[in-house]
């Protein structure tokens, strides 16, 4: 392995309903430094669409909701979507 | 959308006749209540949630509605398995559709069987608080001049 594929790492972002509209995309890859916390690149990722930070966000890591202090992991699926409205 | 793209994977529930599904197609609200019921219960509570008409003074013209599928389905199974542990309940069933809505179609069905009716009341109307709360489920509502997606309360 590459010090490069050592030190970074690559996840998938998804946004859905309003958050799509907001980033203007469903889906990105960004890479994050090894053993970024997900509250990092939760962080990371609201910077890089500023028009998320009108909204008030929940993040999933890995189809679970998220509390921010896990380490994310190479591979890893994160989401960004707004409260959710369903029924 | 087509149903084929969503993966409804089989139940990994204790109770083989608990289901949780999205779906693109019509509900049939009579059908799904009838799929939960067992022999040793004496009540179904089933809701039928449909698209409203006005909120308020808005009219609303059709609904989308849009999920995070497979962690739907995910939050959809934590919730039939909360509610086993809480509520004296046999099954339960949680349909949601998901793409375009017109007025009046159904957009959810809950329905649960128990052997009296007021855990399943009671499960039912947990059911659905929960899902509104937890379930990675938007729905963006498309009135005359505009569209917003509905953003939750939690």
Known sequence: MSPVAKSFMKVSVLFFGATADAAGMREIEIDFPADAKASDAFGEIVGKFPQLAQHKLLFALNQEYSSGGETIKNGDELAVFTAVSGG | ?154
């Open chain 2, 1 to 154: 959308m087509s149903d084929k793209e969503i993966q409804n994977p089989k139940s990994k529930i204790q109770n083989p006749n608990d289901f949780f599904e999205l779906t693109t197609e019509s509900l049939n609200v009579g059908e799904i209540a009838r799929r939960v019921v067992p022999p040793g219960c004496g009540a179904i509570v089933t809701l039928d949630g449909f698209v409203r008409q006005f909120t308020g003074e808005r009219e609303t013209e059709y609904l989308v509605y849009e999920a995070y599928e497979p962690m739907a389905l995910k939050e959809m199974e934590k919730l039939i398995n909360q509610a086993h542990a809480e509520f004296q309940i046999e099954n339960v069933g949680l349909v949601h559709r998901l793409g375009r809505l017109e007025i009046g179609e159904t957009s959810v069905v809950i329905s649960v069987a128990a052997p009296h009716r007021r855990a399943a009341f009671e499960a039912c109307e947990w059911l659905i608080k929960e899902l509104k709360r937890t379930v990675p489920i938007w729905k963006k509502e498309v009135y005359r001049g505009g569209e917003t997606w509905i953003e939750g309360a939690s």
